[in-house]
């Protein structure tokens, strides 16, 4: 008899071991869909392998994510230099009814700030100032109907997924280490076009009740110029990796901060 309990008792124990490991919260995550331009294709990070033009990085935030977390199917459509009718165009087919995360960071380019930084670094102050102005006016005026039109596809495509708007980070920090390179005056319109983005984006990703990544808070304290670990490339070889974040700012600030929001 005293066998038979303790052959019980070792059955009962296997089998509430083989339960625990197959409940649902083991479980990987569903569909991931990461969309958007190089701040989420990861240009910068190096380590591009076979993406072309669009420089998917294997240190990119979403591959991290992806690599961490094992969702269901993963697909990395973010490209680099992408506007916002490129996701309506060429990305948005990838969001599907299935899908149970989105990450996108867009409207950038729309916006202009790539020509942005290089009439900063080739003009005069006053150039820089005038130049950042326009690009603040069209982030107020125009951004916000394109934002509206992604994020629109993007709940009629996947009307149970959990979306989270990717905002990008301050370029520098004002007062900081640099003693060489953009004067205070460039380096504070660039700043003041990163506050107004981030308010536009912000704002539209809340009104259609979507999970916005606060890319500011994310990079404080490793902008350019700060004394800490620098996580946004400076001027770069190849030039078109300069002011986007390095494979440190997609880990420790990108990656660590959807890790976050999404456990």
């Known amino acids: 008899m005293r066998v038979r309990r303790l052959l019980a008792a070792s059955l009962l124990a296997a089998t509430t071991t083989l339960l625990a490991l197959v409940t649902p919260a083991q479980a990987a995550p569903g569909k991931y869909v990461a969309l958007g331009d190089s701040y989420s294709s990861g240009l910068g990070a190096g380590s591009y392998g076979s993406s072309g033009s669009c420089k998917r990085s294997a240190y990119a935030y979403p591959q991290l994510w992806a690599n961490a977390l094992g969702p269901s199917a993963f697909t990395f459509a973010a490209c680099s230099g992408a506007v916002t009718s490129n996701v309506l165009n060429s990305q948005i087919s990838s969001v599907t009814a299935d899908t149970a995360l989105v990450t996108i960071s867009i409207g950038g380019n729309d916006a202009g700030f790539a020509d942005v930084m290089v009439d900063c670094n080739l003009g005069s102050d006053s150039s820089c100032v005038s130049r950042n102005n326009e690009a603040q006016n069209f982030a107020r005026t125009t951004l916000p109907g394109r934002l509206d039109s992604v994020y629109t596809a993007i709940r009629n495509r996947a009307p149970s997924a959990r ?101």
């Open 163 to 263: 979306v989270v708007v990717v905002g990008y980070p301050r370029i520098y920090q004002l007062g900081g280490s640099c003693s060489i390179g953009l004067s205070e005056t460039k380096r504070r319109a660039i700043n003041t076009s990163s506050d107004v983005l981030q308010q536009v984006i912000a704002g539209r990703a809340a009104a259609y009740g979507f999970t916005f990544l606060n890319g500011q808070s994310a990079f404080a304290g490793h902008e350019i110029c700060a004394s800490g670990t620098r996580w946004i490339n400076s001027v770069s070889w190849p030039v078109e990796e300069s002011y986007h974040p390095n494979r440190n700012g997609q880990s420790g600030g990108y990656y660590a901060a959807l890790r976050a929001i999404t456990g």
